[in-house]
């Protein structure tokens, strides 16, 4: 295997003495079965199919895989009765990002999931992990995740903003001007058992001015104290004395006369 592309396999002949290689010769793609084995050699050296698998993964298709995970884990937590019905594999990778440890059974899991696809990927990097898991999960299941279990919410301005699930509970950051006009929790989970964000309100800079799981509380409580505070130091953006009848914005008023003014 080729560690710097993915640890791809590769034949070639070697004439050598020793350690020292005299030249090497590219051999026609070895069979399946030896690429299995090989692949299999290589997951063993580094540790499991876990860590050789997703550190060959995209930053991006890691935090996905991620996501996925919790959201499942999250699923289970609040729907007891629904508990033993997701694939077992996802229950494996979560100990895994936890740290927890796993057994024998455990790795057999990820073994029977992942081999399948070792010959006709050729290398650790082409073995779409997150894909694989995802094709794991029902057509009822991704509708139920999709439904309870969002990757974004809407905020009340309209724009879509991520749910962080590597926080407990799960969390969502914004700027603190756009939930003025509400003052609804922004929440998630089946119907029967729904839970609140938490929410990250942010100074229109981005730095972190509340921590909240109770809007209304927020509003009429901590928001008098943040107001006095930032209006002097961010004076172009609206500060109105009941936020919850104002119109939810990242705008500055400069930019919401304009646009009242082109309505």
Known sequence: TVPSRGYEVRAKKVR????????????????????????????????????ALTQTMSPEHRE?????CRRVQLASKLDEAEHTSWPACLSVLV???????TDQDDEKILEELIDPWLAAAGSLKKVHLLEIVTNTLSAEQRSR???DYPVHIQAPDGSLIPISYSTDP???????QQFFGTSESPMIG????PIRLSLSLQSPAGKVVAQTMD?????????PQVR???RGRYAKHPWPEDPTTAVATRQTKKQLIAMEANQ
């Open 16 to 51: 050598a003495v020793g350690s020292l290689e005299l030249e090497s010769m590219p051999m026609p793609f070895p069979s399946s079965d030896k690429v299995v084995g090989i692949l299999k050699e290589t997951i063993e050296k580094l540790g499991g199919y876990f860590p």
């Open 64 to 68: 996905k895989l991620y996501e996925l």
């Open 95 to 101: 100990k895994r990002i936890d740290a927890i440890p």
């Open 145 to 147: 995740l999709q439904k």
């Open 170 to 176: 799960p969390s969502v950051s914004a700027k603190l």
């Open 190 to 193: 089946p119907s029967h058992n």
């Open 215 to 223: 809007l209304n509380f927020f509003w009429t409580t901590v928001y």
């Open 228 to 230: 006095a505070e930032l």
